[in-house]
């Protein structure tokens, strides 16, 4: 797949990070397998001014690793994409490809690990390895923004890229955390398939964490 031309090297991205052996030579496996996939970091996505930030876990092997652009082509983008459609964050409720001209509105989606892992598992140190690259993006949110962090290892790594002590906040869906300069942490459970299909998290759940971040940021109401 041809690598968008806008894709440089900097704090926040490299397109051409292998830092990490396990994941870089992984990645070449599957690109040997599925030559169309992006196979390469992946890169945030949203608008580079936004007040909200999502913090995902990794690439999924045939989502965001195969279409380049986070939580899109995998189960657990499509409640994440029609929920910040339903709450004015995206101008469209699906994500089909990077392609599209879906945009995010007043938010970016990014994650702990930009690379896909085996089992989508990354060790600490992967994710460790990354944080730098977390901790410059989370740099330009603005006093008085928003995080909402999927899952527990998203959750630690967004309060060591903002650094805070994990310790001191404990993960739990629908918890929220004040952090300096106003800044709050929104936990959910990750959208994964395995939890909405377990129903783990229901999308009235994640509705109500959205709801919470909203209120916080003074977002319009959603439609109901």
Excluded at 68 to 96: E, M, N
């Amino acid at each position: 797949m041809t690598r968008p031309l806008s894709l440089s090297a900097s704090p926040i991205y490299d397109p051409q990070c292998r830092r990490c052996p396990r994941l870089a030579s992984f990645l070449d496996e599957v690109q040997a397998e599925h030559p169309s996939y992006f196979c390469a970091p992946v890169p945030p996505f949203g608008d580079p001014e936004a007040r909200l930030v999502i913090v995902g876990l990794a690439p999924g092997m045939h989502g965001a690793n195969a279409s380049g652009r986070p939580f899109t082509g995998d189960h657990a983008g499509i409640i994440l994409y029609h929920t910040l459609h339903k709450f004015g964050f995206a101008t469209r409720p699906q994500s089909t490809s990077a392609a599209d001209d879906l945009r995010l509105v007043n938010a970016r989606i990014t994650n702990a690990v930009k690379c896909l892992p085996p089992e989508n598992k990354p060790t600490p140190a992967e994710v460790k390895t990354c944080n730098g690259y977390l901790a410059a993006d989370l740099a330009t949110l603005p006093d008085g923004g928003a995080v909402l962090a999927l899952g527990r290892i998203a959750h630690d790594a967004a309060l060591r890229a903002l650094g805070e002590a994990p310790a001191r906040h404990p993960f739990g869906h629908a918890r929220q955390h004040a952090l300096a300069r106003g800044v709050a942490l929104f936990d959910s459970y990750h959208c994964s398939r395995y939890n909405t299909n377990t129903r783990r998290l229901t999308a009235q759940m994640f509705r109500d964490v959205f709801d919470a971040v909203g209120g916080y940021l003074g977002a319009p109401e959603p439609v109901r």
